[in-house]
């Protein structure tokens, strides 16, 4: 099985270009949904992110409020370290349970969606690494437009993330995803293609 670590800034279309492996026959973990789950309502994450941040960032039914605890630590590169040392772990505990469930299944090609992968130096445990490069710019008008963030926020979350030329210098492969949907798929195609091809050298 190819391990290829997936990973782009904030707003640059990570999550299309995951889907549209899976469509055509990657299995994949994603960093993000598991960092959701593992500080889902009752869990033990939450209640170590609480410890830490006070209740103040909870919702009224007991889930985090994702944008209230953003704001915090974005605009904070302590109290993000701080979130980071509690979350991580946890999500590498669920990452690598989900890694052995793709073993086991047989699965050419597992994708592990990685936000932070250059930032943590996490390269090297990929047999390849696709990044998804979007331009500030781009960013900027998804997550003002798409996802509804103030200027100032958007921007926070962007800086708090490393160059996109440092992205792309520990790629693999790059997938350029500053224009419409059209313009991915033949790119995914591509680096699909080449993936696969990596499998049967391997398997030679």
């Not at 190819?2 to 994603?30: F, N, P, Q, Y």
């Not at 039914?61 to 605890?69: C, S």
């Not at 936000?115 to 943590?120: D, F, K, M, S």
């Not at 781009?138 to 926070?156: H, K, N, P, V, W």
């Amino acid at each position: 099985m190819l391990r290829v670590g997936l990973t782009g800034g904030i707003g640059s279309g990570k999550s299309a270009v995951s889907a549209l492996l899976v469509e055509r026959g990657a299995v994949l973990v994603d960093a993000d949904v598991n960092a959701r789950t593992v500080v889902a309502k009752g869990t033990p994450g939450l209640a170590a992110v609480v410890a830490v941040f006070g209740a103040g960032i909870l919702l009224p039914g007991g889930e985090l409020d994702r944008p209230k605890l953003g704001a915090i630590v974005f605009a904070d590169p302590g109290k993000l370290a701080r979130l980071n040392a509690i979350v991580h772990p946890l999500v590498g505990e669920e990452s690598a349970r989900q890694t052995a469930a793709a073993e086991a299944s047989g699965a050419p090609v597992l994708i592990h969606d990685v936000p932070l992968l250059v930032e943590n130096d996490l390269q090297g445990r990929y047999d390849a690494v696709v990044v998804v490069a979007a331009t500030p710019q781009t960013q900027l008008d998804r997550l003002t437009r798409l996802r509804g963030m103030s200027r100032a926020d958007a921007e926070a979350r962007i800086a708090a993330q490393a160059p996109l030329a440092d992205k792309i210098a520990a790629a693999t492969y790059v997938i350029h995803n500053d224009g419409p949907l059209a313009e991915l798929v033949p790119q995914v195609d591509r680096v699909w293609r080449a993936l696969l091809t990596s499998v049967e050298g391997r398997e030679g």
